[in-house]
């Protein structure tokens, strides 16, 4: 059953708005990050991980955001361009603004952290006026990442972008990207977050993401009850993960889907989330049926995990779907499947 329309006469299949960054991820892993020396650069940022995806498995991606006029602005633009991702909303800051960093500690398989640089972040200068409708109305849907929200002016930019999507009847995705970092508290976070959650479509987000956006709502919801509150408003599809438990699609005809991770060796426990939300984004805009779009987002996401970097290692469908027939093939048809 189909849940969204898309208008594939759209030239996008999505238009991204939200954080473009650089991750440096430790060559010398398995220690504290004070003991690593060496490090390898990458593209980052949630909404950015997902639209390299996306542009991978095949779809056609723009992009709306803010870099730094800088090495490493022409870093990240140079890596969406090569990727064939629209850079034509992409602009760069005035006022000597830089690109939000990202350290990235891997302490072992399962212990792994971030330090985020994102004092006066570029991403964050976002302007109401860097939002043009004619562009809105070239994507069959948008995203807004969570933290594009977190500070003005890219917060009034983010709204100003769901605004014109509604007015235009394009789909809405929010990914709702929790990051302590730039947030004054959980009452500003519940209000933003909760804002673009009415108007969206579909909602991706952990238990504990959904949990800050429903703060001043009715804090202490479970899953069901989550996602029943926003098919009440305008949600299509909501997704909540639970990490290595799993996660599930609540659709808004009462199903529920449930995936569980592919099990691989871990190399880093983040950057999962990202391939995850473009192949489960992309299995939508194939047509997929839910369990089969989380499965394919499931594989990504282990793909990931198991690589040291998220940009540079988002698989292409053909890899995903080898993946998974490998998986299948070692593990039993059902492996990721309750």
């Known amino acids: 059953m189909k849940y969204i329309e898309f208008d594939n006469s759209k030239e996008f299949d999505l238009i991204l708005l939200g954080r473009v960054a650089v991750d440096l991820n430790p060559v010398d892993y398995y220690c504290p990050l004070n003991e690593s020396t060496t490090f390898k650069r990458y593209l980052g940022g949630s909404p950015a991980n997902i639209a390299v995806g996306l542009a991978r498995l095949g779809k056609k991606v723009g992009f709306i955001a803010r870099v730094s006029d800088d090495q490493l602005g022409k870093f990240v633009t140079d890596f969406f361009e090569n990727e064939g991702i629209d850079i034509s909303n992409i602009k760069k800051c005035e006022n000597g603004e830089k690109i939000g960093l990202t350290f990235t500690e891997i302490?072992?398989?399962?212990?792994?952290?971030?330090?985020?640089?994102?004092?006066?972040?570029?991403?964050?200068?976002?302007?109401?006026?860097?939002?043009?409708?004619?562009?809105?109305?070239?994507?069959?849907?948008?995203?807004?990442?969570?933290?594009?929200?977190?500070?003005?002016?890219?917060?009034?930019?983010?709204?100003?972008?769901?605004?014109?999507?509604?007015?235009?009847?394009?789909?809405?995705?929010?990914?709702?990207?929790?990051?302590?970092?730039?947030?004054?508290?959980?009452?500003?976070?519940?209000?933003?977050?909760?804002?673009?959650?009415?108007?969206?479509?579909?909602?991706?987000?952990?238990?504990?993401?959904?949990?800050?956006?429903?703060?001043?709502?009715?804090?202490?919801?479970?899953?069901?009850?989550?996602?029943?509150?926003?098919?009440?408003?305008?949600?299509?599809?909501?997704?909540?993960?639970?990490?290595?438990?799993?996660?599930?699609?609540?659709?808004?005809?009462?199903?529920?889907?449930?995936i569980k991770p592919f099990p691989v060796k871990l190399l880093k426990s983040f950057g999962g989330g990202d391939g995850y939300a473009s192949a489960f984004l992309y299995g939508l805009f194939e047509g997929f049926e839910i369990i089969d779009a989380l499965e394919f987002g499931s594989a990504s996401a282990a793909m990931l995990v198991a690589s040291h970097a998220c940009s540079q290692d988002m698989p292409s469908a053909e890899a995903v779907k080898k993946f998974i027939a490998d998986e299948k093939a070692e593990y039993g048809e059902m492996i990721a499947r309750e």
């Open 107 to 258: 302490k072992s398989e399962t212990e792994s952290s971030i330090v985020m640089y994102r004092n006066e972040a570029a991403d964050l200068k976002l302007e109401v006026s860097d939002v043009d409708e004619e562009y809105i109305k070239r994507g069959k849907a948008i995203l807004i990442s969570g933290t594009a929200l977190c500070e003005s002016p890219s917060r009034e930019a983010a709204l100003k972008a769901v605004m014109l999507a509604k007015r235009n009847n394009i789909p809405v995705i929010f990914d709702i990207d929790y990051r302590a970092y730039n947030w004054k508290n959980d009452d500003e976070i519940s209000i933003y977050y909760s804002y673009v959650a009415r108007e969206a479509d579909i909602i991706l987000g952990s238990r504990e993401e959904y949990d800050l956006t429903e703060k001043l709502i009715k804090p202490g919801m479970s899953d069901k009850e989550t996602a029943a509150y926003w098919h009440s408003q305008n949600a299509k599809i909501v997704v909540i993960k639970h990490g290595k438990e799993g996660s599930t699609a609540y659709t808004n005809d009462g199903e529920s889907y449930n």
